[in-house]
């Protein structure tokens, strides 16, 4: 069975583009989850999408926002990038209708802005 | 609100030395979930375990064993006869239940275990 996967691997971006990260979570899977991984911060919850709405969102500002696709994958935008935004942005999956309470999560997007 | 405290930011062994990483957790709800995973230096997140807060049987698996505690609000994580691949950063989580799943991980600051040869 095929993990979650993530795209693009690495990500080099200047100050004020928009970037865009993918995530396709484990077949069967309805939840997606972003995490931000930056130096110092630790693991922070970003966002949790399930069957296609957004369920809850953490602390960060309205420039991080993404989406779920009809077919459960997902999308994480990140407009106006600013140097803090350098980080690793994990995706995690979850199926809730098996109660399967544990997050899969993917290798990650290394995001770099210059 | 949630937060879980790993209060040892980095140890250091030599192979085959038994170590215990401290997870210590706090919540007002009765029904929770914790976790600990394995980030070795490529970065994925590797699931270990889980455990419901109804359910305080320890756990072994091999090397790795673990000790909850309700009355400590403790999680405790013990590999034993550790080896260089167990090199890795340890993070300990907590979620809450939602609508039959499971609510967003809140993690640890995470515990960097060094297996020295």
């Known amino acids: 069975e095929a993990g979650v996967t993530q795209s693009p691997t690495h990500l080099i971006k200047t100050r004020g583009q928009q970037a865009t990260l993918r995530c396709s979570p484990i077949?069967?899977?309805?939840?997606v989850y972003w995490y931000q991984q930056a130096l110092g911060l630790g693991l922070q919850f970003l966002l949790w999408?399930?069957?296609?709405?957004?369920?809850n969102r953490g602390n960060f500002p309205p420039r991080f926002s993404g989406r779920q696709f009809p077919n459960y994958s997902s999308e994480l935008n990140v407009n106006a990038l600013e140097l803090e935004d350098s980080a690793l942005y994990l995706c995690a999956s979850s199926s809730r209708h098996h109660k399967v309470y544990e997050q899969y999560f993917g290798p990650g997007t290394r995001l770099t802005v210059t | 609100a949630q937060k879980v405290t790993q209060a040892q930011t980095e140890i250091s062994v030599v192979e085959k030395e038994d170590v215990t990483l401290d997870c210590v957790y706090e919540?007002?709800?009765?029904?929770?979930?914790l976790f600990w995973y394995k980030q070795p230096p490529s970065g994925e997140l590797v699931f270990l375990i889980r455990?419901?807060?109804?359910?305080?049987q320890n756990e072994i698996s091999g090397r790795y064993s673990w000790n909850f505690q309700k009355s400590t609000s403790s999680f405790n994580f013990t590999i034993t006869a550790s080896q260089v691949v167990d090199s890795a950063v340890y993070f300990c989580?907590?979620?809450?239940?939602?609508?039959?799943?499971?609510?967003?991980?809140?993690f640890g600051k995470g515990t960097k275990l060094t297996v020295n040869p």
């Open positions: 999408y399930d069957e296609g709405e957004e369920r």
């Open positions: 455990r419901n807060s109804f359910d305080e």
């Open positions: 919540t007002r709800d009765t029904t929770y979930y």
């Open positions: 077949s069967g899977h309805t939840s």
């Open positions: 989580a907590l979620s809450l239940p939602y609508q039959g799943g499971s609510e967003k991980l809140v």
